[in-house]
């Protein structure tokens, strides 16, 4: 899906939703949390005196939060890793966080990358919600309402390259590394320069998020910006314009392709991108900072949920090699009888355009060619990360989760009555238990 026009993000109800942040607090908002045994001391290094002592020997588990991004699966871990992801985009717009503010005058594009069509699916409403008769030349010709199970599946499955959509998926990573190499080179040419000699004047740095279409094919929204050579802290050269920067995007997203060898049960192929390119310009006229980095915050704690699929692994674990089905001796798996697929987990509530790419991935992850797709059957082939950028982007998701440690710490010393600034050691024990009981009393450690 192309980036809609987006309304400038509510700060206060993505901090509202945040709330369950401090594991030590609000375990509680946490829809599956972990349980841990075991002791924790917080230990004055000065002195060596112990401050405080958590003990589960009474027989009561403490809880921590599960920290899963995904909002379908926890919507109070996922509301903080989306306001980390918020602060992370941000921060490369507009400064902060440890990130010059000189970046907010730097060019900066939003850039949509779609995937080809692989077969005409069943559509629903229009993307401003009007809705739109489906395909009445292909002989649907319905209104699918929205919600409709129906909408992203494929109109004749049959003629539907489902092997192309999977291997798509599975090399999608592959081919944005692709993309983003394209776009130096063709930046480089823009001005007369060889790469190495651009490299050394201009800096084109990327954060990316994958959203999965309801056909169950990932796109790809980016933010690009240029910063000067020693990075976000330096302007670009004068050469180094949006004008130039959209010419060279567009060039690379045309031309780039990745060649993928052919196997036994199917052919080669060379993947590209799809027809589909939009480009925005972010500041200025063009679409504010927050509206971006709140749009992709949001694809970040998405997955293939919006595919209409949400199931564990099929991969057996226990079985070595690429899904093969003995162990060392020539003795059948134990867990999966040979089969290579953990048991218990069944497709029948998947419709058939979603469980057709499941069973395409594994079929293919059979083939040494594609060794490790059955791996990723559960997310019809893609491996890739949801949300990356580059290194010198903007701040880190460890240095935020830093940030809320200290202040947890200097909570607790205001807890314990100790002198402001007092540091603390914390000494601690913890072994894995499981899951909570619904409705169990439960501590935060």
């Known amino acids: 899906m192309l980036a809609p026009a987006v309304a400038a993000v509510d700060l206060g109800a993505l901090i509202r939703l945040a709330a369950a942040e401090n594991a030590e607090q609000r375990v509680g908002e946490c829809a599956q949390p972990v349980l841990l045994t075991g002791r924790r001391l917080l230990v004055d290094p000065d002195t060596g005196r112990i401050v405080d002592d958590l003990d589960t020997a009474d027989g009561h588990p403490v809880g921590v939060r599960c920290r899963n991004r995904r909002r379908a699966v926890c919507p109070a871990c996922s509301a903080l890793y989306r306001l980390d992801a918020f602060h992370v985009f941000a921060a490369g717009l507009r400064g902060g966080k440890d990130t010059p503010a000189l970046v907010a005058d730097h060019p900066r594009l939003f850039v949509t990358l779609t995937a080809p069509s692989f077969g005409p699916v069943h559509c629903g409403p229009a993307r401003d919600g009007k809705p739109r008769r489906c395909h009445p030349r292909r002989g649907c010709g319905r209104w699918h309402p929205i919600g409709d199970p129906e909408i992203g599946t494929a109109l004749d499955p049959g003629g539907y ?41 201009v800096r084109v740095v990327f954060a990316k998020v994958a959203e999965f279409q309801t056909r169950g094919v990932v796109h790809l929204h980016a933010i690009v910006r240029l910063d000067g050579p020693t990075g976000p802290g330096s302007a670009p050269p004068g050469w180094a314009t949006l004008r130039r920067l959209t010419t060279a995007i567009r060039a690379a997203a045309t031309g780039v392709g990745i060649t993928v060898t052919g196997s036994r049960i199917t052919s080669a192929r060379v993947l590209r991108w799809g027809r589909q390119l939009d480009i925005r310009r972010i500041g200025g006229n063009g679409m504010s900072d927050a509206a971006v980095a709140g749009y992709v915050a949001k694809y970040a704690t998405k997955s293939t949920e919006a595919a209409g699929i949400d199931i564990p692994p099929l991969f057996c674990r226990t079985c070595t090699g690429r899904g093969v089905t003995v162990h060392t001796g020539g003795r059948l798996c134990r867990s999966c009888n040979g089969t290579g697929r953990r048991p218990g987990i069944t497709l029948d509530r998947l419709t058939g355009h979603v469980r057709a790419l499941v069973e395409t991935c594994w079929r293919l992850g059979g083939q040494s060619e594609y060794a490790g797709l059955r791996r990723w059957a559960h997310q019809l082939g893609f491996h890739g990360h949801f949300a990356s950028k580059s290194r010198g982007y903007s701040t880190t998701f460890a240095a935020l989760r830093a940030e809320r440690r200290t202040w947890s710490t200097l909570g607790q010393v205001e807890r314990l009555g100790l002198p402001a600034g007092t540091p603390l050691l914390v000494v601690a024990d913890w072994r894995y238990t499981g899951r909570p009981d619904p409705g169990r009393d439960r501590r935060s450690a």
């Open 161 to 201: 390259d489902y092997t192309g959509q999977v291997l798509f998926n599975a090399y999608a990573g592959r081919l944005w590394a692709r993309f983003t190499i394209d776009v130096r080179r063709h930046l480089a040419a823009t001005a007369g320069l060889t790469r190495t000699a651009a490299s050394g004047q």
